[in-house]
């Protein structure tokens, strides 16, 4: 294919998908780390450059890990925390903002914590993943907020808590943690009732997240997928685009 054709498929496409979702009375958007990606955050399996490149996540990524080597997990999430609090939405972001504040859009449903959709301005986001903006004491109540969690860190680099010196943790959910319970149900209403299930910048194989479009599907409804890699939905889509998603959305938005 030539870039001319390239250009005409996607342009196609994208006409095609700003159709369904104007005709779409219950449209709901699952993205994943893609999204971001146009805001300079890497996502976590990209060849060369996905996060999981330099590290393994079971290292430094499971609820196992914060408890053995509370100070290593640190270590690795203290900086990307703080690479994370100074990003900006991308076009991608703001996009899906604009279409739920025309009223084409039901909500977002995000597998990650970097608080993006929320800055961008979307006002129903189900942050599945948990996020980032808050961090809790693993042994009492204590909450604190981002901007909070920088001053409780000790001489080890380990935060602690300040009412009763127990272990701080992100709010973010690690691997061989639940997902929120509150928000998993809400997501699964959203994607049983969705009329057209946009799939964002994810890949799509991470569960429980990954089962949320056959939900759609199982009801009648549409997915479109707007991702550079591939999918275990890709057959089933109403609509691919594998563009930039910042360029696409952009496309599509002023499509609609």
């Known amino acids: 294919m030539t870039p001319e054709q390239g250009q005409a498929t996607s342009r196609a496409a994208a006409v095609e998908l700003a159709g369904l979702i104007r005709e779409s009375e219950r449209t709901v958007a699952l993205t994943g780390?893609?999204?971001?990606v146009p805001s300079g955050?890497?996502?976590f399996r990209t060849p060369g450059k996905g996060l999981w490149e330099k590290v393994?996540?079971?290292s430094v990524a499971t609820i196992d890990a914060f408890h053995r080597d509370t100070k290593r997990f640190w270590d690795f999430y203290r900086p990307r925390f703080h690479m994370l609090s100074d990003k900006e939405p991308n076009p991608a972001h703001e996009a899906l903002a604009t279409l739920e504040r025309r009223g084409l859009l039901k909500a977002v449903i995000t597998q990650n914590i970097d608080r993006?959709?929320?800055k961008a301005g979307s006002e129903r986001v189900i942050e599945v993943h948990g996020s980032i903006a808050t961090a809790s004491c693993t042994s009492c109540e204590g909450s604190y907020e981002i901007e909070q969690v920088e001053s409780l860190f000790d001489a080890d680099g380990i935060a602690t808590c300040g009412c009763c010196a127990g272990k701080v943790k992100p709010d973010v959910v690690l691997f061989g943690e639940l997902l929120p319970a509150d928000a998993m149900a809400e997501a699964?209403?959203?994607c049983a009732s969705a009329e057209l299930l946009l799939c964002?910048?994810?890949s799509l194989e991470v569960y429980p997240v990954a089962g949320l479009p056959e939900l759609t599907l199982a009801q009648g409804g549409r997915i479109a997928i707007l991702t550079q890699s591939s999918t275990p939905y890709d057959s089933a889509a109403a609509?691919?685009?594998d563009g930039d998603?910042?360029?696409e959305l952009t496309a599509v938005l002023e499509l609609v």
């Open 33 to 36: 780390a893609g999204v971001s």
């Open 41 to 43: 955050i890497p996502d």
């Open 56 to 58: 393994d996540p079971m």
């Open 116 to 118: 993006l959709h929320r």
């Open 188 to 190: 699964e209403r959203l």
């Open 200 to 202: 964002i910048g994810s």
């Open 239 to 241: 609509v691919r685009l």
């Open 245 to 247: 998603v910042a360029d």
